[in-house]
Structures are given as structure tokens and as C-alpha cells.
């Protein structure tokens, strides 16, 4: 809870409910649950992306292994 505080700032719940409400207003009841499949696809496809860039620069930290051609 305290991480949310952090990132929201100096954001009341004035604020939050006026943006809320053009929300509602701008994108309509229907749209908003489609907004937000949308937006959670988007943060899943990341954060998976950021898992494969990290596990990619820790395997290249390693030393690569030989292979034997036969000689």
C-alpha cells in the first residue's frame, strides 16, 4: 500500500475520482472492461519481456561451451 502512496504522490481522492468520472464519461460503461483486459495483456506481454531480456544478459554472462569437432 505504501508503494501505491509513493506513486501516486500528491494525488487525492478528489483527483482520482474526477479522472474516474471523465473515464467513465469518455470511454463508456461497455469499454472499460476491454480497456483493462487490454492494459493487463500489455503489462503481462512486458513484464514477460523483461524476464527473457534478463534471463538472455545472465546466459551471456556466461562462458560459452566448447564444441568438440571431432579433431
Known sequence: MKAVLLFLGGVGFQEILLI???VLVF???????EF??????GVREFKDAM???KKEV?????????IDDGK
Open 20 to 22: 474516474g468520472i471523465f
Open 27 to 33: 470511454f463508456g460503461a461497455k469499454k472499460i472492461p
Open 36 to 41: 483493462m483486459k487490454g492494459l493487463g495483456k
Open 51 to 53: 524476464s527473457d531480456v
Open 58 to 66: 545472465e546466459e551471456g554472462g556466461k562462458p560459452a561451451s566448447r
